[in-house]
């Protein structure tokens, strides 16, 4: 395929996704306000093919780039974080088990998924969600080559609507991941009660004697595999700043003051655009350069899907907070956009990696410590 054909097929994805997101937007404050899944979106991303589409062509999908994957997280999330979100989790959680598991079950997963089965990740753990690599809940080995999970996950995204998920434990003390398919031992308790993402209703998993089976098991994983999450969080965050900024942009120019000016034409409005302007800038350039060196195959995306998240985290709340003081009164109702923005923002920070953890990370590698903790 030549390149220009190739670059032909990634921008048909992004258009596509942009198309979607457009009517993502009209029910997105609905989605909020209600916290329900948005599965009709959810479905019409299925039915497009995007779901699929980051997929080898020889399996199915379109074979995307990673850049062009993280654009779709970025356009989706504009219109609606919630959409984007669940879309990430499932399409990150069938893209592992599918990559992952030995032929056999690999095969039955991408079945599945392409029937339109949903998958969801299951690994924070209530005692903490961050260490989600170094799971404490350990395994019970069942005598037959297979364990069993007594414990629960919490904040699994689009839970309810789950077909399987993608769990890790602890066996012996090591981290082991498994598939597992839903059925009666799988319990969800509702607990989302939350700030922003409404819509994702990422609700605590109780797994009650669940089996975990060793044909379900993943194999060794080589270093250079991209996560699909790590890739696609710092633009799920950029897609909420890029919603609070456009909107702030059309209030300033579209609000007139009382001497007949529109807001745009106060100084501190200008000189506050224009800081978070180059910083979103700066930010979406960094996940752009993520994104490239996943296309690479690099190793230092562990590292930069951090650095990434930092900025991305951070100035999605900035727009936010500037969307509301430019929106004044009415940015405070339900009236404007700017209070969902500042609530979903919210959750970027939180979400494993934290902001603090990547800070951590990140101060650590830059003045080489290497002990742990
Ligand atoms: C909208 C949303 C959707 C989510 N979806 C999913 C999902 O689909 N699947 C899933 O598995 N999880 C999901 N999560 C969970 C998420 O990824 C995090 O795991 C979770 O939010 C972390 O919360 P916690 O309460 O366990 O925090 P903790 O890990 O307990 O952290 C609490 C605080 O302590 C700090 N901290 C923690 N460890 C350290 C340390 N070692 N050193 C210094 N500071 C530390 C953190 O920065 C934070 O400030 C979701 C969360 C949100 C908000």
Same mark, same amino acid.
């Given at each position: ?16 996704a942009v198309e979607l997101s457009a009517r ?98 299951? /690994? ?15 395994? &019970? ?22 077909d399987f998920f993608l769990i890790n434990v ?102 506050? &655009? ?58 405070? &109702? ?25 800070? /951590? ?8 410590v290497r002990e742990q903790g």
């Amino acid at each position: 395929m030549s390149t220009l054909t190739s670059r032909t097929k990634e921008q048909y994805w992004i258009d596509l996704a942009v198309e979607l997101s457009a009517r993502f937007a009209l029910s997105a404050a609905e989605t909020d306000r209600k916290a329900e899944l948005p599965k009709d979106n959810l479905r019409l991303l299925f039915e497009r093919g995007l779901d699929t589409a980051i997929l080898q062509e020889e399996k199915g999908g379109a074979g995307i780039s990673y850049a062009t994957f993280g654009r779709i997280v970025f356009e989706i999330a504009r219109g609606c974080p919630s959409t984007a979100c669940v879309w990430l989790m499932n399409t990150s959680a069938a893209e592992s088990l599918i990559t992952l598991s030995n032929p056999e079950k690999s095969d039955y997963y991408l079945h599945q998924w392409k029937q339109g089965k949903r998958f969801a990740n299951a /690994l924070s753990e209530p005692s903490s969600g961050n260490l989600f690599l170094n799971p404490v809940q350990e395994a &019970t080995p069942l005598g037959d080559g297979d364990w069993s999970l007594d414990g629960a996950k919490r904040f699994v995204s689009g839970s309810e609507w789950a077909d399987f998920f993608l769990i890790n434990v602890s066996i012996d003390g090591a981290p082991a991941f498994f598939g597992v398919e839903r059925d009666e031992t799988v319990e969800i308790h509702e607990i989302w009660d939350a700030l922003g993402m409404r819509g994702t209703r990422s609700q605590l998993i109780g797994f009650n004697e669940t089996r975990l089976r060793a044909d379900n098991r993943f194999g060794q994983v080589a270093s250079t595999r991209q996560n699909l999450i790590a890739l696609g969080l710092p633009w799920l965050s950029l897609g909420i700043a890029q919603s609070a900024y456009d909107a702030l942009i059309a209030q300033a120019q579209g609000k007139k003051l009382s001497d007949g000016k529109p807001l745009s034409h106060v100084q501190w409005i200008q000189y506050e &655009t224009a800081e978070i302007h180059v910083r979103l800038k700066a930010a979406k350039l960094l996940a752009e350069h993520l994104l490239d060196l996943a296309d690479a195959g690099s190793e230092q995306t562990i590292v930069v899907s951090m650095e990434a998240k930092i900025l991305a985290n951070q100035i999605g709340k900035d727009a936010a907070d500037l969307g509301l003081r430019v929106g004044g009164g009415l940015a405070f &109702t339900r009236a404007l956009p700017f209070e969902r923005h500042l609530r979903d923002a919210q959750a970027g920070g939180l979400m494993a990696y934290s902001s603090e953890l990547c800070k /951590l990370f990140v101060g650590k590698n830059e003045l080489n410590v290497r002990e742990q903790g």
